[in-house]
């Protein structure tokens, strides 16, 4: 199982006092060192954490892998394409949320996101859509020409009851079956952590974990370089 830690967070602490410290490039190098398969940052349109010179410098730096997630815009479309990363994720954006609030709507952007798609594709670039866990999706995604699915987690790990965490595990389960029919590359995130990612990281389908905000707040508390090989251990 790929790991690849999200540290939008660090940024966050950073520009919550406006000057240059913690620098999510110095983390980024800690989370290389202890083994993850890459970093994966959000460069949202307000630029709430993430910058530029955030997404530049990680593109010279890191040795391993680079997954910028993107919404269907075409000013960071074309800054990203100035960059190349390894793989760009497409979500959804909405300037109010504090966190992505859902998977993207592939079926109502459609073309859009086949657009993005075959801009990316064209310069090299792997591309996942972030979606929910819905058959009617899943067939989507083939038609939108993405190498790549990541399923939203989040109802999963937000469930109050046993009963409807286990009811969005299996959804999750044979969303992932169908993706991977389609010969499509099956990856998961959003809102995991110690306690409920290892039911996650069995569906043999997924190959992919992205986990950020569990990690990272619990690097205040143990440091960075313990709690990504806790995650890993569990993976
Ligand atoms: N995957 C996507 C597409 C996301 O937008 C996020 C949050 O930035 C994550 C995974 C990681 O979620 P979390 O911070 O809850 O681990």
Same mark, same amino acid.
């Given at each position: 199982m790929r790991l690849g830690v999200n540290i939008d967070h660090i940024a966050t602490i950073r520009e919550a006092r406006g000057i240059?410290?913690?620098d999510p490039v110095q983390a980024a190098a800690i989370v290389e060192l202890t083994g993850a398969y890459g970093i994966t940052v959000h460069l949202r349109k307000d630029r709430r954490h993430i910058k530029e010179r955030d997404v530049e410098l990680l593109k010279r730096t890191l040795k391993t892998h680079l997954n910028v997630e993107i919404s269907l815009d075409s000013e960071i479309l074309e800054f990203i394409k100035s960059i190349q990363p390894d793989a760009c994720c497409l979500v959804p954006e909405r %300037?109010?949320?504090?966190?992505?609030?859902?998977?993207?709507?592939i079926i109502k952007f459609i073309q859009p996101t086949k657009n993005t798609v075959q801009e990316l594709k064209a310069m090299g670039i792997k591309t996942t859509a972030f979606i929910e866990p819905d058959e009617e999706l899943i067939k989507t995604a083939p038609k939108c020409e993405v190498d790549a699915i990541e399923i939203n987690t989040s109802k999963y790990a937000d469930a109050k009851t046993i009963k409807d965490r286990q009811n969005e595990l299996v959804r999750i389960k044979n969303a992932a079956q169908i993706a991977h029919s389609f010969g499509l590359e099956v990856h998961a995130g959003h809102g995991l952590n110690w306690y409920n990612v290892q039911p996650i990281a069995k569906i043999?389908?997924? %190959?992919e974990l992205n986990i950020g905000h569990s990690i990272i707040a619990r690097a205040i508390f143990v440091g960075l370089e313990r709690a990504v090989k806790e995650i890993l251990d569990l993976l």
């Amino acid at each position: 199982m790929r790991l690849g830690v999200n540290i939008d967070h660090i940024a966050t602490i950073r520009e919550a006092r406006g000057i240059d410290l913690p620098d999510p490039v110095q983390a980024a190098a800690i989370v290389e060192l202890t083994g993850a398969y890459g970093i994966t940052v959000h460069l949202r349109k307000d630029r709430r954490h993430i910058k530029e010179r955030d997404v530049e410098l990680l593109k010279r730096t890191l040795k391993t892998h680079l997954n910028v997630e993107i919404s269907l815009d075409s000013e960071i479309l074309e800054f990203i394409k100035s960059i190349q990363p390894d793989a760009c994720c497409l979500v959804p954006e909405r %300037v109010e949320e504090i966190t992505t609030e859902g998977g993207l709507n592939i079926i109502k952007f459609i073309q859009p996101t086949k657009n993005t798609v075959q801009e990316l594709k064209a310069m090299g670039i792997k591309t996942t859509a972030f979606i929910e866990p819905d058959e009617e999706l899943i067939k989507t995604a083939p038609k939108c020409e993405v190498d790549a699915i990541e399923i939203n987690t989040s109802k999963y790990a937000d469930a109050k009851t046993i009963k409807d965490r286990q009811n969005e595990l299996v959804r999750i389960k044979n969303a992932a079956q169908i993706a991977h029919s389609f010969g499509l590359e099956v990856h998961a995130g959003h809102g995991l952590n110690w306690y409920n990612v290892q039911p996650i990281a069995k569906i043999q389908e997924i %190959v992919e974990l992205n986990i950020g905000h569990s990690i990272i707040a619990r690097a205040i508390f143990v440091g960075l370089e313990r709690a990504v090989k806790e995650i890993l251990d569990l993976l």
